[in-house]
C-alpha cells in the first residue's frame, strides 16, 4: 500500500495541500477538551480507576490522531484516525460488558470475537462508499443501544441510550457531508467530531457513575 496516497473524503478538502479541512482539522479540539474534563472528573472522583484513565487518554489519541488525517490527508494518516477510534470501541465494550452487564471474562471474549465478526462481515458485505463509509460505524451503534437496554434500570444504562442517540446523529452528518457538498460546500464532517465528543463524554460519564450511596462501579 502507498501510505503517501493523498484521500480526499470529505466536502471542505478541495486540494491535497495540509491546510485544505481548516474546520474539519479544529473541530478535533472537542475531543481533547472532552479528554480534559473527564480527566478532571476521574480525578474528582479519587478511585484511581486504571481503566476509564486509559480510556479517556485513548480519546486524547483519538483527537489527534484526526487532526492528523484531516491535515495531512494520507492513506497513512488515515490509518493514525481510524485505528484509535477502532481500539475505543472494542475496549469500551469491554468494559461495558463487565462492568455493567457483569460478564465473565470468557463471555466478554467471545462477545468481542462475534463483535469482530459481524463487523467484518457487514464491511464486507456493503458497497465500498455507501453512506460515504459511515456503515462501519453501524454495529458500534447497535451494540451500544443493545448494551443501554440491558442496563436500562441502571443510570448507566439511559446514560447508554442517550449516548446512542448522540451518536446515531453523528453517524448521518457523517454520511450526508459528501451528499450535501452543491448546497454546503463546507460539508458536515464537523459535526460528526463534535457530536461524536458529546458521545464519548456520555459514554465516560457512565463508567464513572456512582449511585446514590456514593458507589462506583470499580474496575471491570
Known amino acids: 500500500m502507498d501510505w503517501s496516497r ?4 470529505y466536502c471542505e478538502r478541495t486540494d491535497p495541500s495540509f491546510w485544505a479541512e481548516p474546520v474539519n482539522a479544529i473541530s478535533n479540539a472537542a475531543f481533547l477538551i472532552v479528554a480534559i ?3 478532571a472528573q476521574w480525578r474528582r472522583a479519587g478511585t484511581r480507576d486504571i481503566p476509564v484513565l486509559l480510556l479517556i487518554l485513548l480519546i486524547a489519541v483519538i483527537g489527534i490522531g484526526s487532526f492528523i488525517f484531516h491535515t495531512v490527508a494520507t492513506s497513512g494518516a488515515e490509518l493514525a484516525d481510524t485505528s484509535p477510534i477502532a481500539l475505543f470501541i472494542y475496549a469500551y465494550l469491554a468494559l461495558a460488558l463487565r462492568r455493567f ?3 465473565g471474562w470468557t ?3 467471545l462477545s468481542l470475537g462475534l463483535f469482530a465478526l459481524v463487523s467484518y462481515g457487514e464491511a464486507a458485505s456493503v458497497p465500498p462508499g455507501a453512506l460515504n463509509g459511515s456503515h462501519a460505524y453501524l454495529p458500534a451503534l447497535v ?4 448494551v443501554g437496554l440491558a442496563a436500562w434500570r441502571q443510570e448507566t444504562g439511559r446514560l447508554l441510550i442517550g449516548a446512542g442517540a448522540v451518536f ?8 450526508l457531508d459528501n451528499a450535501l457538498c452543491p448546497v454546503l460546500p463546507l460539508g458536515t464532517h464537523f459535526l460528526w467530531h463534535g457530536l461524536n465528543a458529546v458521545v464519548l463524554y ?3 460519564s457512565a463508567a464513572m457513575w456512582k449511585d446514590d450511596l456514593g458507589r462506583d462501579h470499580g474496575p471491570p
Open 6 to 9: 493523498p484521500i480526499d473524503l
Open 37 to 39: 474534563a473527564a480527566f
Open 101 to 103: 452487564l457483569k460478564f
Open 107 to 109: 463471555l466478554v471474549a
Open 143 to 146: 451494540v451500544l443501544l443493545l
Open 168 to 175: 446515531a446523529l453523528s453517524i448521518l452528518f457523517r454520511s
Open 202 to 204: 456520555l459514554l465516560l
